[in-house]
């Protein structure tokens, strides 16, 4: 009897030793999130954008440089509050670069051993260290699109220094762009998310799609920002560390306060009734992107 049960504790031993060597499986919901509409007041309509307006104009931005210009996808946004308030920029990858980023997307799904389970969830094999969380799957596509949003992201630091826009205002102008996105389920993309390279090249993207482009962005122009994510909401946003009132998510020492990035309207710190359960977010932590 003695024996046995040292064979069954070995066994047990051996079999933790293998899942922490080839990592964990773990299923997910898919991050989509609901379309959040923005609070408007009853009876005020937005008016038409008006031809004739004064724009600031950050340019065309083509990754690589001699990318054919009607490959790049324009964006027309307003910042109120900014003079002028109307911001545009255009973005486009070369062919090439957008096939190996959809590529090396895949390439990392095949490792991780990914499988769809249906429209709603899939499952993975997580590598060592990384939990039951998709900090892993983001921090790699950083890193694996670290150079078309760098590129991206400089027009952006650009136009602020030559502004001399504060971090507010920094943040704002990011903010509207990435809101201007076309929101759009990921369908068949791995993991359930398009890579934050190719989310305004091809102008779609869910919560977590455009949440990991907010994300780099504003680091890259100096806004302390982290990735807000809930399994039980499917759901993902952003947080930025500036001041203001609202539902902020305490992290190291500090509160974030919550972004909403699938439609445009949310004032920060202002979380859509479905999502509001701040009991329920997660702060994952995430490196900075290469370079």
């Given at each position: 009897m003695v024996a046995r049960s040292w064979k069954t504790l070995l066994s047990l031993v051996l079999v933790g030793a293998l899942l922490v060597f080839a990592g964990w499986e773990?299923?997910?919901?898919?991050?989509a999130g609901r379309l959040a509409e923005p609070p408007r007041p009853p009876g005020v309509e937005v008016?038409?954008?008006?031809?004739?307006?004064?724009?600031?104009?950050?340019?065309?931005?083509?990754?690589?440089?001699?990318?054919?210009?009607?490959?790049?996808?324009?964006y027309d946004w307003r910042v109120e509050g900014m003079e002028p308030a109307r911001q545009q920029v255009a973005y486009g990858l070369g062919e090439d670069l957008e096939r190996g980023l959809e590529q090396a997307h895949r390439d990392y799904s095949v490792r991780l051993?990914?499988?769809?389970?249906?429209?709603?969830?899939?499952?993975?094999?997580?590598?060592?260290?990384?939990?039951?969380?998709?900090?892993?799957?983001?921090?790699?596509?950083?890193?694996?699109?670290?150079?078309?949003?760098?590129?991206?992201?400089?027009?952006?630091?650009?136009?602020?220094?030559?502004?001399d826009l504060d971090a507010a205002q920094a943040t704002e102008l990011i903010l509207g762009f990435v809101r201007r996105i076309r929101y759009e389920l990921p369908g068949d993309e791995p993991f359930g998310i398009v890579p934050p390279g190719l989310v305004p090249a091809q102008d779609r993207g869910d919560c977590d799609s455009k949440a990991?482009?907010?994300?780099?962005?504003?680091r890259q122009v100096g806004v302390d920002a982290v990735m807000l994510y809930s399994d039980a909401l499917a759901h993902a946003a952003i947080g930025v560390g500036l001041p203001g009132t609202g539902t902020r998510i305490p992290f190291g020492g500090r509160g974030y306060q919550y972004v909403e990035l699938t439609a445009e309207g949310w004032p920060l710190g202002m979380i859509p009734p479905q999502y509001d359960k701040p009991q329920l977010w997660r702060v994952l932590p995430l490196p900075d992107a290469p370079g």
């Open positions: 773990v299923v997910v919901a898919r991050k008016p038409p954008a008006d031809p004739q307006e004064a724009r600031t104009d950050l340019g065309a931005v083509l990754v690589p440089e001699d990318t054919p210009p009607e490959r790049a996808k324009a051993r990914y499988r769809a389970m249906g429209p709603e969830r899939f499952t993975y094999v997580a590598p060592p260290g990384c939990g039951t969380d998709m900090r892993c799957i983001y921090a790699e596509l950083m890193r694996s699109n670290a150079e078309p949003v760098r590129v991206l992201g400089e027009r952006f630091a650009t136009s602020i220094r030559e502004r990991v482009l907010a994300l780099m962005l504003l």
